[in-house]
């Protein structure tokens, strides 16, 4: 299952969804990995997480946190009417 979505993100085009999908598999191999394999699939990891941290947008947003800010946003334009 992880792979067929790793293959459909990496064919999307989304880069950012397909280096979600990276960073999910890295994240399922390092806790199956043992011995050196553990250093070299984390540093891939991080290496992954710095390119999502350093695409437009930045971090991820939750629903909450996409939620937040649409609530802030209504709540400054009745503020302002």
Not at 28 to 46: C, F, S, W, Y
Not at 49 to 71: F, M, Q, W, Y
């Amino acid at each position: 299952m992880a792979v067929a979505r790793l293959v459909a993100a990496a064919s999307s085009g989304d880069r950012r969804l397909a280096l979600e999908a990276i960073r999910d598999r890295l994240a399922k191999e390092l806790h199956d990995a043992e011995g050196r394999d553990v250093a070299t699939i984390a540093k891939e990891l991080r290496t992954t997480i710095a390119e999502l941290d350093a695409l437009p947008g930045g971090k991820e947003a939750s629903a909450v946190d996409d939620l937040t800010a649409r609530r802030a946003a209504r709540r400054s334009k009745a503020a302002g009417s």
